[in-house]
């Protein structure tokens, strides 16, 4: 096919009128697609069903505690052990808390905004606390950041993780510059993984806030699909620099077994998880060691977790491929369309022309696919280009999927021509 | 026995041998004893056993919602009906969390810290925030408010609940006056419960502050033990004065199940509540909507929930009959020990002579019986007549709640005896 760049008038109009048409048909079959969120599909979560039948026939753990009853703030001690084996971090600096990561990364932000950390002031008494943001990024993180008044600043992604020239420059030169928020390994959305270069810069990086953090949402850890990619261990780079306290690490096995019934863990250094800890303590009498027991006799070994995690790749490999082989063959000169081959993770994340996401988007809602909102991915909902759409491929069936995907290409042709037929008729006026 | 007060010096010190005689034998006997902690007996967990067997063979709930995937944040409506139906609160004024109360107490204290209510100014840019704390009460409800330089009022105890004109005149006079924190029913550590009157004057007054709460911590909600005492609902009475939104409630089946694998909720006015889960929606993405089914399966019904209730009340009847027949029969004439007898909850509350609480719970501890700490049930951990001790019976088996009664009583009369001894000798020297 010809470039759309180069189309005249006419041969935009004819192809304009051609996707109508498809599109049109795609809008009559009153279809409902849906994705939007990283919600695992039925046949993902089925084989985790096991989970729901366990039954809990020895409920005094390994160091002789009944799971039952009150105590043991930090989890118990062979789950926090489990994960850390798992991450490859110390079962010490591990606080497994409830079903929820983002809760967790909620609670430690709120935590810095009331007490400040290790005796630095706190960041709601501050006039500004900048928080960086590499982008696209997970919109949760922004909604949390934005919640509680902190401004968040654009740091674009490169195939390494973070433009790390960038975040070096703003946290050596601003105090106000307090965090980073980081989903290090198969990034949502675009599913980087940020190289051994980009670890080693964030942990040595001076900061001129001596309370710096990296939020380090480790959220598909071992969620790898076509490849293991491998993670430099942020830990073991930090204790070389003495920068541990400024990682706050979390993982959770919400798309691992059950979103919403999974466990969740924190993590930092020895000072700071011992911060943490204490005010835990003000915070819960403790939290579900059951569910921690129960997760730790599903999977037995972090190499349960890992053959678990072979079985859900593999799931989602059918499904990756689905939308990459449909992109590759729709848009392979990447005039319209540019994107990220993930390794793992949920998503793929795509860029449109500028100026063409937000109508693709409602292109196709209006057709019955619905997509995340555009611009989603960005701090305050605002993509500057216009550009970014992130697609998940998971809760769909394939034969839906590969409908979705279909019409999703008639919306981005569809939005680009339209564009380019706008911008050719604002020629002719000027 | 004669009373200690009349005895003369020598009749104090024949009483003072032979108690420290008997302390001094339990002393050599090596006993370690526990009743810190409102922890359940092994015996009344056991009840609750088929909770860690029960197989979930149907994860689609009620509403036709897949359990074991993301979303509805407010809990699956089956659970929401169950506790709306037990506590006689409208379903769309609950919020199932996860599995602390206290987690919950916390949250709203913090939100409130950051957030203010419904557009009044957050609590944390106030010079002074003072909460009202009827003493004795909770030592973990006070942690929370040292913890964010929250100022903390004493409020005395009556056998209607907290003395309510002094309640209402903070509360009217003082608008930095925000708060006041209640377990209604059964109080801890005293089991007072509050009366109708004092459930309608806590609806009606009128508080200087607009956005003053009422932290409503139901935890004994159905922990009846002696009677079934009936609560006047404070949502309807509020509703009746149209202040519902002042009321926070919360309650667990932490001590109804298992502590720390329950399922606690967090209920308020139409208002708030639609505050409360807006900014949860930004803290979370959802509790475990397992646990919650789980719980629906075990229970069946409000009155699966009341007659499980009744097996507790049952054993703990048992031990509160050992603690309150001993306290009886050695401290009959009030002189040495005052208490007031519970109907239900979890706690017997005991007053010693002033100045005496710290030194039996010293001496217990030196002779292996561990009581909670002196003035915890006081703001700051100060019990301004150094008198109050909170005695938690459950925990231990009868034959130790028999011998740890038999020391404590011994513990009680020996400092007090020593305490009338030190002041004749103050007298004698002055």
């Not at 380090?216 to 490849?227: I, L």
Request: glycine letters at 8%; one cysteine or more.
């Amino acid at each position: 096919m010809a470039l759309f760049s180069t189309m005249s008038k006419t041969e935009l109009l004819n192809a304009q009128s051609e996707l109508l048409d498809k599109y049109n048909r795609f809008k009559a079959g009153n279809i409902q697609l849906d994705m939007s969120r990283g919600k695992p599909a039925p046949a993902q979560l089925n084989i985790s069903n096991d989970i729901l039948k366990l039954s809990i026939d020895e409920y005094i753990n390994c160091d002789g505690i009944d799971v039952r009853n009150y105590g043991i703030l930090d989890g118990i001690s062979e789950c926090r052990r489990l994960f850390s084996e798992l991450l490859d971090i110390p079962a010490d600096n591990i606080i497994i808390g409830g079903n929820s990561s983002l809760n967790l990364i909620y609670d430690a932000f709120t935590r810095l905004y009331i007490f400040g950390s290790l005796g630095s002031k706190p960041w709601g008494k501050l006039d500004r606390v900048k928080i960086l943001c590499p982008v696209p990024g997970y919109d949760r993180h922004f909604a949390i950041c934005e919640e509680l008044g902190f401004e968040m600043i654009n740091i674009p992604m490169t195939p390494e993780g973070p433009d790390m020239d960038m975040v070096e420059r703003l946290a050596a030169e601003d105090e106000s510059v307090k965090a980073i928020i980081c989903v290090p390994l198969y990034s949502n959305p675009d599913g980087i993984c940020y190289s051994d270069k980009t670890v080693e810069r964030l942990a040595k990086m001076p900061t001129a806030a001596e309370d710096f953090k990296i939020f380090w949402d480790n959220a598909y850890a071992v969620h790898h699909v076509f490849k293991e990619v491998k993670l430099l261990n942020i830990f073991d780079v930090c204790k070389k620099y003495g920068t541990d306290d400024r990682i706050i690490y979390f993982f959770s096995t919400s798309k691992v077994t059950f979103p919403g019934s999974g466990i969740a863990l924190v993590a930092s250094g020895d000072r700071y998880i011992e911060d943490i800890r204490r005010r835990f303590g003000k915070q819960t009498i403790g939290y579900n060691k059951v569910d921690q027991m129960r997760t730790c006799k599903f999977f037995g070994s972090p190499e349960g977790i890992r053959a678990h995690m072979r079985k859900l790749g593999d799931m989602l490999k059918e499904k990756f491929n689905i939308v990459l082989d449909t992109l590759n063959r729709e848009f392979e000169d990447g005039e319209l369309l540019k994107w990220h081959k993930p390794m793992g993770g949920y998503f793929i994340s795509v860029f449109t022309m500028d100026g063409c996401a937000k109508e693709t988007v409602r292109l196709a809602k209006e057709a019955g696919l619905v997509l995340t909102n555009a611009g989603a991915s960005y701090p305050y909902g605002k993509d500057p280009n216009d550009s970014n759409i992130r697609l998940a491929p998971s809760y769909p069936d394939t034969d839906d999927l590969k409908k979705a995907m279909e019409l999703f290409c008639i919306c981005v042709k569809l939005a680009s021509v339209n564009k380019l037929l706008n911008n050719i008729e604002k020629g002719d006026t000027q």
